[in-house]
């Protein structure tokens, strides 16, 4: 999609540190960390957010977090364990609307999610 942030991200219009790519999925570090860890992971294709995905995704969702716990094996930092979120909408605090799933660890996570 045109003037999507992350779609931006994708075409390398706008430069990230990408730590993992292939032909559906790109991982890049959050531009604001909020842990020493904190990766976005997000489909090619524009999908706005888990509140829009359809049948024809299930894959294409198995196989990012598929991709996301691979990763997290092979992290050192992320041993001891992580967290996995997407936010959805206003009310979830959503504020690129395209799909992403965070990845953060590094340290001890606050047990409170809201
Ligand atoms: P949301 O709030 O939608 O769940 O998450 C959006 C995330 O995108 C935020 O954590 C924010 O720091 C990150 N972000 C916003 N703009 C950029 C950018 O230009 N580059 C990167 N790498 N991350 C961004
Ligand atoms: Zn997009």
Redesign the pocket.
């Known amino acids: 999609m045109k003037d999507c942030?992350f779609c931006r991200?994708v075409k390398r219009e706008?430069p990230?540190?990408i730590v993992y790519e292939d032909e559906e999925i790109l991982a890049?570090?959050?531009?604001?960390p909020?842990a020493p860890v904190?990766l976005?992971w997000i489909s090619k294709r524009h999908i706005e957010g888990l509140d829009e995905i359809a049948a024809q995704d299930q894959l294409l969702i198995g196989k990012i977090l598929l991709k996301i716990s691979e990763y997290a094996q092979k992290d050192e930092e992320l041993a001891s364990g992580y967290r996995v979120c997407?936010?959805i909408g206003l009310d979830g605090?959503?504020?690129?609307?395209h799909l992403?799933f965070?990845l953060l660890g590094g340290k001890v996570l606050e047990p409170k999610m809201a």
Do not use: P
């Open positions: 942030l991200i706008i990230s540190e890049f570090k959050d531009i604001s909020q904190h976005l997407t936010n605090g959503q504020t690129v609307r992403h965070h």
